[in-house]
C-alpha cells in the first residue's frame, strides 16, 4: 500500500501558478495583490451527511471543491488558494484518482492553485479550506441589505434537491428537466462571474446552500430587516416540471444544496444587474423585496397576495427534521452547514 | 435541541481583535500587513485516528489549534487567524463548552482570532486552518538544508509518545516525568517564539509530529542532502527516565506527535542560537550535521560511532506498521500526517 506521502505526490501535487509556496511544506506561502484583502471559507463533507457513500468520485471532487467556491463568489471575491484535508477510510486508488480528476478540472476551471492539505485516515471526510482576493472594502456582505431594496436570485433554485427526489424515487420528471437536476445535484455551477459583477450593485448576497429561504433568513437577520418574497415571481420551471407541487414549492423555497446567489441591490442598480445577467447568460429574477420593520421577519405571498406559511425555512443538521409534509431527508442538504 | 447556528452563535463566535469580518457571512475578511506573507496550513484531527475518543475535550481544544501553530511555528510565522470545521455525531453541550474553552485558551496565548468554520453532524472530526504572516521572503522552508550545516532539535523530544505509553500500561516513569509527558501529549506548546527566533539563523526548519526521523528525513529529501546523527546527543530524559531502553528510543527518535522544532543552521549561527534559546528558556541541542551525498539518507550512529538501523522512522497511516518491536498504536502518532 503507498505511504500518505506517496498518495499526496501522486494525487494531489501539481504545479501551483499564483503562489509563493504550494504543497510539501509545514505551509504554504502566498500574498494578496495590493489593495486586495482575503477572502476565506472553509466547508466540511460527511459521507453519509451531505452525500451518498456510492457517489460518483470524480462529481464529489468538483463538489468539494465547488461548494467552497461558491462562498466565496457570495463575498464578490475571486477563488485563488484552496487547501484539502481529508480522512479516508482506506486507500482506493481509483477512487482517488477520480476524485483528484474532479477536484483539479473545478480548480483548473476557476484559476484555483491547490496550495497544501492533510492526509489522514478516518470515516470519509473532506474539508476544503478556500482563500480568494477582493478589492478593500468591496466585499458582499450579509449585513448590507437596506429596506426599499429588491430581492433577486440567480438561476432556478430547487434543482439539486429535485435531483436527489429523483433518485430517491420521490419525484418524476421530464427527462430533459431532470438531467439539469442531476447537474445542479452533483456539478454545481458557482456563480464567480455573478459575484465579481455584482461588487458595487449588490447591498448583501449569499449562496442558497441551506435553501432560498433560510438563506434570506441570515441575510435579514444580520441587516436587520425584513422582507416580502411573491411565489409568483419565482423562477418557475421546478413549479412547472415537477408534477408534486408541494414537493416541487419545499424544493425551490427550501431544498438547499443549490449554488445560486441570492441577493438583494437598492432599485437604482436594476439596469445594471439586467445587463449583467444577459452579458453572462444567467436569468436573474427579482422575488421580492426588503422592508424595514420586525427584522428577520418574512412574508411569502402567493400569486393572490395571500400570505403563506413558509413552514420550516431550511435544513439544520442538529435541529432535527423539515417541515411537516417534506420528504426530505439529510443528504438533500448537501453542504447545507452553517458557513460561519 | 439547539440549532447549529446557536451552536456556533454560543460556543465560537467571538470578538475579533485584528479581522476585517470574522464570524458569520459566507466567509471571512483579513489582511496580512504590508510587507508580509500569508502561511497557512491545515490539520484533521480523528477520534480514534488522532485521539482517543474519550479524551478531556478542554485539551482537546487546546491541542486541535495547538498542532496547527505549530506548522506554524516551523515557518517561522506568526499565527493570526484560524477556521474550525468540526463534525459532530451528537449535540453535548458540556462537551463542545470545555473543547471550546482550550480552543480559545490556545487562541488567547498566540494571540489567534478564530475567524469561521463550519459545523456539521457526522463521526467526530476536528479540521483546523491556520493563516499566520511572515515578512515575504523570511520563511522557514524545509528546502534550505545545505552540506555542513548543524542539526538542531528543541526540548525534550519523545515526550507525548512516552506520555501515552504510560496511559496504555507501556510504561512506568517517575512520577514527575510522567507529569511532563502527560503535559507534552494532552497540551502541546508550539514553539512560536523559537519559530519566530530563527528567522535568517535557520535555514530549514519542520516540526516533529511525524517523529524526528521521520520529520528530518523531509528536510533531507526537500533539501538534496544527506544527515549523520549522534545518538550520545540527543537530549537523554526520556533514556535516562525509562526503564525499557528500547521503548525510550523509539519514542524519542520515531514517537511523533511532538511539537518540537528541528532546524538545520550553520555552524556560524551557533552563538546567536543558543543565545536564542537561552534568552527563551527552551533547550536546544545539536544532534548532527548535514552531509552533501546521497539526498536523503541518514545514518544514526551511537555513542562509539557505530551506525545503528534507524529502523522505521516515524509513523504513516496507510503504509501500515512501525518497525517490528515498537508497541506504539496508530493513536501515538497524534496529528502525524502530512502536512501539505
Same mark, same amino acid.
Given at each position: 500500500?503507498?505511504?500518505?506521502?506517496?498518495?499526496?505526490?501522486?494525487?494531489?501535487?501539481?504545479?501551483? *501558478? *499564483?503562489?509563493?509556496?504550494?504543497?510539501?511544506?509545514?505551509? %504554504?506561502?502566498?500574498?494578496?495583490?495590493?489593495?486586495?484583502?482575503?477572502?476565506?471559507?472553509?466547508?466540511?463533507?460527511?459521507?453519509?451527511? *451531505?452525500?451518498?457513500?456510492?457517489?460518483?468520485?470524480?462529481?464529489?471532487?468538483?463538489?468539494?471543491?465547488?461548494?467552497?467556491?461558491?462562498?466565496?463568489?457570495?463575498?464578490?471575491?475571486?477563488?485563488?488558494? @484552496?487547501?484539502? %484535508?481529508?480522512?479516508?477510510?482506506?486507500?482506493?486508488?481509483?477512487?482517488? %484518482?477520480?476524485?483528484?480528476?474532479?477536484?483539479?478540472?473545478? @480548480?483548473?476551471?476557476?484559476?484555483?492553485?491547490?496550495?497544501?492539505?492533510?492526509?489522514?485516515?478516518?470515516?470519509?471526510?473532506?474539508?476544503?479550506?478556500?482563500?480568494?482576493?477582493?478589492?478593500?472594502?468591496?466585499?458582499?456582505?450579509?449585513?448590507?441589505?437596506?429596506?426599499?431594496?429588491?430581492?433577486?436570485?440567480?438561476?432556478?433554485?430547487?434543482?439539486?434537491?429535485?435531483?436527489?427526489?429523483?433518485?430517491?424515487? &420521490?419525484?418524476?420528471?421530464?427527462?430533459?428537466?431532470?438531467?439539469?437536476?442531476?447537474?445542479?445535484? #452533483?456539478?454545481?455551477? $458557482? &456563480?464567480?462571474?455573478?459575484?465579481?459583477?455584482? &461588487?458595487?450593485? @449588490?447591498?448583501? +448576497?449569499?449562496?442558497?446552500?441551506?435553501?432560498?429561504? +433560510?438563506?434570506?433568513?441570515?441575510?435579514?437577520?444580520?441587516?436587520?430587516?425584513?422582507?416580502?418574497? #411573491?411565489?409568483?415571481?419565482? $423562477?418557475?420551471?421546478?413549479?412547472?416540471?415537477?408534477?408534486?407541487?408541494?414537493?416541487?414549492?419545499?424544493?425551490?423555497?427550501?431544498?438547499?444544496?443549490?449554488?445560486?446567489?441570492?441577493?438583494?441591490?437598492?432599485?437604482?442598480? &436594476?439596469?445594471?444587474?439586467?445587463?449583467?445577467?444577459?452579458?453572462?447568460?444567467?436569468?436573474?429574477?427579482?422575488?421580492?423585496?426588503?422592508?424595514?420593520?420586525? %427584522?428577520?421577519?418574512?412574508?411569502?405571498?402567493?400569486?393572490?397576495?395571500?400570505?403563506?406559511?413558509?413552514?420550516?425555512?431550511?435544513?439544520? #443538521?442538529?435541529?432535527?427534521?423539515?417541515?411537516?409534509?417534506?420528504?426530505?431527508?439529510?443528504?438533500?442538504?448537501?453542504?447545507?452547514?452553517?458557513?460561519?
Amino acid at each position: 500500500m503507498p505511504s500518505e506521502f506517496a498518495l499526496i505526490d501522486r494525487f494531489f501535487r501539481r504545479p501551483v *501558478h *499564483h503562489t509563493i509556496l504550494g504543497v510539501g511544506d509545514d505551509g %504554504a506561502l502566498l500574498r494578496p495583490a495590493p489593495g486586495m484583502e482575503l477572502a476565506i471559507s472553509t466547508d466540511m463533507l460527511v459521507a453519509g451527511t *451531505h452525500f451518498l457513500p456510492d457517489t460518483d468520485p470524480e462529481a464529489l471532487g468538483w463538489k468539494t471543491l465547488a461548494v467552497n467556491v461558491s462562498d466565496l463568489a457570495a463575498m464578490g471575491a475571486q477563488p485563488r488558494w @484552496a487547501l484539502l %484535508a481529508l480522512a479516508l477510510p482506506e486507500v482506493d486508488e481509483a477512487w482517488l %484518482a477520480a476524485f483528484a480528476r474532479g477536484l483539479f478540472d473545478c @480548480a483548473d476551471t476557476f484559476g484555483i492553485d491547490l496550495i497544501g492539505g492533510d492526509t489522514t485516515r478516518g470515516p470519509l471526510n473532506l474539508c476544503v479550506t478556500l482563500c480568494g482576493e477582493v478589492p478593500a472594502g468591496q466585499a458582499l456582505r450579509r449585513s448590507g441589505a437596506r429596506p426599499g431594496d429588491d430581492v433577486w436570485v440567480s438561476g432556478q433554485p430547487g434543482r439539486a434537491s429535485l435531483g436527489l427526489a429523483c433518485l430517491q424515487g &420521490r419525484a418524476r420528471l421530464a427527462p430533459a428537466y431532470e438531467a439539469d437536476c442531476l447537474a445542479a445535484l #452533483h456539478r454545481p455551477q $458557482p &456563480r464567480v462571474a455573478l459575484g465579481l459583477a455584482l &461588487r458595487g450593485l @449588490a447591498s448583501a +448576497a449569499i449562496d442558497i446552500s441551506d435553501g432560498l429561504l +433560510a438563506d434570506l433568513g441570515h441575510i435579514l437577520e444580520q441587516s436587520g430587516v425584513s422582507a416580502t418574497l #411573491h411565489l409568483a415571481c419565482m $423562477p418557475g420551471a421546478a413549479l412547472a416540471a415537477c408534477a408534486d407541487a408541494q414537493l416541487a414549492r419545499d424544493c425551490l423555497l427550501a431544498g438547499g444544496d443549490d449554488y445560486e446567489l441570492l441577493f438583494t441591490a437598492p432599485p437604482t442598480k &436594476r439596469e445594471s444587474i439586467e445587463a449583467a445577467g444577459s452579458a453572462m447568460g444567467i436569468g436573474l429574477i427579482r422575488i421580492g423585496e426588503i422592508g424595514g420593520a420586525g %427584522a428577520g421577519s418574512l412574508v411569502l405571498l402567493d400569486a393572490r397576495g395571500q400570505s403563506l406559511a413558509p413552514g420550516r425555512r431550511g435544513y439544520d #443538521h442538529f435541529s432535527g427534521e423539515r417541515e411537516a409534509g417534506s420528504a426530505l431527508g439529510v443528504i438533500a442538504a448537501g453542504a447545507a452547514d452553517e458557513s460561519r
